[in-house]
């Protein structure tokens, strides 16, 4: 486990002074809002209550903290009262600003205990949510039925079952045993219900370009996350399986580009620059093909069913755990006769985490630049063959074909690219 030292952690933060002024700050910063919008409790009253907080955690006495925190939840419930009694519009945002003040009270609690950057972190949150009041109501108000059981599902996914699986499971299988870890694989599961979800949006504000910018931004998080999402599109929408394909190119590029900043940025003064060739060579390969597959100025209805199958994203990775677990037996079986067998076997997983071992271990002197640059192909060539052969789970066979077809002509040039700057 490693920490991290946050700039903000250090010595300045320390004395109690500056963090009460930081308080202060911060709920002067909460109430602006508030004050613009010519509620009861503006700035000034923010600010004190964010420096009460303070105050009374820093004096470190449990009841001195316990009954400012009663004061104003007294405090919002009086302007709370006073809204409903007076039967207006103004009735909801009496009730936010009550909230709003015990959260004040909450950020300057946390500062003063020495909870900076979760204090910093509430208030923004907390403003932003205040801010954008009107675009919130929108967009729930405009949600169907659909969309908010997928909402609902998404957050079982992320927010239920995750906590509640192991971190690691050891497999026995004979002679061999695999660790594999639960909370990794349905992170994958919760990848691909997320990038469904702002697939959905996007495509509903810009139709087939919207896919594009899922498949490039997603591929930049998790590339193989974005397979699952593009075949519950092909299942909904069968007309928009050449965009689905050239989504699932633009994820390759992205990775590319990911392994590629990796490998050079964090190998000066020496970087691994002979690794560029083979992984432009993928960028630029998955671009051109995504812009020639799908006609992107054609305009085309997607009625989409909803934001993401839950079926389809437990299906996704029900896959992904059949390949993580053949991943450890071949890599059980191999031991350690070869760098890049293991690099390509990562690769299979996360070839960004294959690509960092590389560097870890070249930085370090351990191996030479050629073979750290050779393990990151294979790491991102073993990407490129996993996200093709995870289509198979898809209906559409002729969509898995030209996946297929086109990975293998990017693998063919990144190949060629290789030979030639290894020669």
Do not use: C
Not at 103 to 124: D, F, P, S
Not at 148 to 163: D, G, K
């Amino acid at each position: 486990m490693y920490e991290v030292a946050f700039p903000l952690a250090t010595t300045p933060l320390d004395h109690d002074v500056v963090r009460i002024a930081l308080a202060g700050a911060l709920g002067l910063f909460l109430g602006l809002e508030r004050e613009w919008s010519q509620r009861p409790a503006g700035i000034r009253t923010f600010s004190l209550i964010a420096l009460l907080g303070a105050v009374f955690t820093i004096l470190d006495s449990p009841v001195l903290i316990a009954s400012g925190g009663v004061l104003v939840v007294a405090q919002g419930v009086l302007l709370a009262v006073q809204g409903l009694i007076a039967d207006d519009d103004d009735a909801g945002l009496s009730l936010t600003t009550s909230v709003s003040m015990l959260v004040a009270y909450g950020v300057g609690a946390l500062v003063a205990a020495g909870w900076i950057i979760e204090g910093v972190t509430v208030a923004v949150l907390s403003s932003l949510l205040l801010v954008l009041k009107r675009e919130l109501h929108s967009f729930a108000w405009g949600l169907s039925r659909n969309e908010v059981r997928s909402t609902t599902e998404f957050a079982i996914l992320a927010f239920v079952v995750y906590p509640l699986l192991p971190s690691e499971y050891t497999l026995e299988m004979g002679e061999v045993s695999v660790t594999v870890e639960p909370r990794v694989v349905w992170l994958m599961v919760v990848f691909v219900a997320g990038i469904g979800i702002v697939n959905y949006a996007v495509v509903r504000t810009y139709g087939g370009r919207g896919i594009a910018v899922t498949g490039f931004f997603g591929g930049l998080a998790s590339s193989a996350a974005v397979v699952g999402t593009m075949i519950d599109q092909v299942r909904q929408r069968p007309a928009a399986a050449s965009y689905a394909v050239a989504a699932i190119l633009l994820a390759d590029a992205a990775m590319a580009l990911r392994n590629l900043l990796i490998a050079v940025a964090f190998t000066f003064p020496e970087p691994l620059l002979t690794v560029a060739i083979p992984l432009g060579a993928v960028i630029v390969g998955s671009i051109a093909i995504a812009a020639f597959v799908a006609d992107w100025d054609e305009q085309i209805e997607f009625d989409l069913e909803s934001p993401f199958s839950l079926r389809n994203a437990l299906a996704f990775g029900a896959v992904f755990l059949v390949i993580v677990v053949a991943g450890g037996v071949a890599e059980a079986g191999f031991g350690e006769t070869g760098f890049y067998v293991t690099a390509a076997l990562s690769g299979l997983v996360s070839s960004a985490g294959a690509t960092t071992s590389a560097v870890v271990l070249y930085r370090a002197g351990e191996i030479a630049d050629t073979t750290a640059v050779i393990a990151i192909l294979l790491a991102t060539a073993a990407s490129i063959t996993v996200k093709a052969a995870l289509t198979v789970t898809a209906a559409n066979r002729q969509f898995t074909y030209r996946v297929a077809l086109w990975s293998a002509i990017l693998l063919t040039g990144a190949s060629v690219a290789t030979a030639v700057i290894t020669v």
